[in-house]
Nanobody, 122 residues
């Protein structure tokens, strides 16, 4: 099983980025996908998740600015991030779990990507 994030980079405050998570080795349609981030010196935190039936949840910091989607045919999940702030600077990870019960609990997820770095700075 392999999850690979892409799309990170440097963006100015107020800008947008779209992260992608490419999933292989499992049938993504049967898995919920979560997005997490870890800022320097901080614990990993949940940002968003999308279930098999495409229901979504967002953290308080992400709600209203981020959206999450999935393309099962292409085995891709996406995190669209708008109105980015310096506090959004972190390494962003996607993760997959067969049965999702707790969206923002990292221990719930079985498979993880290696992360992609997002830096929001002027």
């Amino acid at each position: 099983v392999q999850l690979v994030e892409s799309g990170g980079g440097l963006v100015q405050p107020g800008g947008s980025l779209k992260l992608a998570c490419s999933v292989s080795g499992i049938l993504m349609e049967y898995y919920a996908i979560g997005w997490f981030r870890q800022a320097p010196g901080k614990e990993r935190e949940g940002v968003a998740c999308i279930s098999k039936d495409r229901s979504t949840r967002f953290s308080d910091s992400a709600r209203g600015r981020f959206t999450v989607s999935r393309d099962n045919d292409r085995s891709l999940a996406y995190l669209q991030m708008n109105s980015l702030k310096p506090d959004d600077t972190a390494v962003y990870y996607c993760a997959a779990v067969y049965h999702l019960s707790q969206c923002f609990i990292s221990g719930e997820y079985a498979y993880w990507g290696q992360g992609t770095r997002v830096t929001v700075s002027s």
